[in-house]
């Protein structure tokens, strides 16, 4: 048996043919890597035939391939379906993109709305009962006015629709027990908030910076507000907690503009921030269940009039005022009898006035109170440990401040 011998003329040209094919191949690549943003097609480029199969947009071209050899996974996945207003995954159960549209009807049978799905100009936007799940910064942005949430929805991602500042209305559909953080954050002129009988908590920054709100409606089995829930809603002038509450979280109304306060026998402690820079602050009624009153918690109320419960015990030595340039003639806070000088202790630069009450025999402190503070306490350190894990570190004259809430302090100044 004889082996076939090329001759070198042979041998050059078929090298110089592979030469000239990956060349070509490599022209072809680069301009192929322009459309990688706008299409997701793979080529993979393995066999030589004849034909030459090209997807309108490919993201990859294998180099070591030749240009007569090209093939696409996209001719056996379905392309995604386009409309004049919206691009829908090849299932039609994922919405991906919204077109430059005012009015947008999201197709019934889509049960995913995509990140980033809808911005710009879209004024109008129906939700069918279909979807399930929307993601992240879904909405965010747009132009729309009013929007219903369907109680279909399952999973809510994060500010949904912040930034939307033509957004004045807000209806959740009956059945709804959570949504999404900072889902309305830095909706400027949302006014309009109704929310359902069966939501249980408000997430956090739910409503952060939405300027125009003046009122709200908590459902009565409300049981969380979350940390800056209420945040700089400055126009927000009345706000009735229900009695199902059993957390307010940090900053949850601090920059407010809320006249009085009646916290229910629900809550044990009232944590930091939670209703600081209410200018227009006058009355908080504490219940006979408050345990902890924690750092800044009525900072700035410099209107402030606030009766401190037998069952406080510990205040933070900030909790009303953080430095001497500031002078509250109007604050009145009263403790109970024996307890002025020890506020003065503790808060050594307050300013105001501190008189004291007689403690009657009415005001009888709840048989599971310390474990209740125990609970409150336990929630403000994990907090705490969970937004320092998640942050930056926090640097003052040159030192690290390493933790604000120590698991060593017994909470227990104003025993």
């Known amino acids: 048996m004889y082996k076939h011998i090329q001759k070198k003329d042979d041998e050059a040209a078929e090298q110089h043919a592979k030469e000239r094919r990956m060349e070509e191949a490599q022209r072809l690549e ?20 004849d034909d030459i199969i090209v997807p309108s947009c490919p993201s990859h071209v294998d ?34 993109k919204a077109k430059n549209c005012e009015s947008l009807i999201i197709p019934d049978g889509v049960e995913v709305i995509k990140a980033f ?60 027990k959570t949504f999404g953080e900072s889902m309305f954050e830095r909706c400027m002129w949302l006014k309009t908030i109704i929310l359902p009988k069966s939501l249980l908590s408000i997430p956090n920054s739910a409503f952060d910076s939405c300027l125009s709100i003046e009122t709200i409606n908590l459902p009565p089995n409300l049981r969380r507000i979350g940390d800056s829930a209420f945040c700089s809603c400055r126009e927000l002038r009345e706000i009735i907690i229900p009695s199902a509450i059993n957390d307010i979280g940090s900053w949850a109304f601090r920059d407010c503009g809320i006249s009085s306060i009646v916290v229910p026998d629900s809550v044990y402690g009232i944590p930091e921030y939670a209703f600081a820079e209410n200018l227009n602050l006058k009355e908080v009624i504490l219940p006979n269940t408050i345990t902890c009153i924690m750092s800044h918690a009525f900072y700035e109320c410099e209107h402030l009039h ?14 009303f005022t953080q430095c001497n340039d500031y002078c509250y003639e109007n604050l009145h806070i009263e403790v109970p009898k024996g307890k002025k000088g020890t506020l003065e202790k503790i808060c050594e630069l307050l300013k105001g006035k501190v008189t004291e009450y007689e403690v009657t025999e009415d005001m009888t402190l709840p048989s599971d109170i310390a474990t209740k503070k125990k609970r409150f306490i336990d929630f403000q350190i994990f907090k705490e440990k969970e937004n320092l894990r998640n942050s930056e570190p926090m640097f003052y004259n040159g030192a690290q401040v390493v933790f604000r809430y120590t698991n060593n302090c017994t909470y227990d100044n104003f025993e």
Do not use: M, W
């Not at 606030?306 to 909790?319: C, G, K, L």
């Open 117 to 176: 799905a809808c911005c710009g100009n879209i004024k109008n936007i129906t939700i069918p009962h279909s979807v399930k799940v929307i993601e992240d910064f879904a909405f965010s942005g747009c132009s729309v006015n009013k929007i219903v949430i369907p109680n279909s929805v399952e999973k809510f991602g994060a500010c949904i629709f912040s930034g939307c500042e033509s957004l004045v209305e807000v209806v959740f559909e009956e059945g709804i």
């Open 63 to 96: 180099h070591h391939a030749s240009v007569e050899s090209l093939s696409t996974k996209s001719e056996k996945q379905s392309s995604n379906i386009e409309t004049n207003n919206y691009i829908l995954s090849p299932n039609g159960k994922e919405f991906i």
């Open 306 to 319: 606030v009766r401190i419960p037998p069952s406080v015990t510990y205040i933070a030595p900030d909790a």
């Open 30 to 49: 680069e301009e192929l890597h322009e459309y990688r943003d706008q299409h997701e097609d793979d080529i993979d480029i393995s066999q030589f035939d």
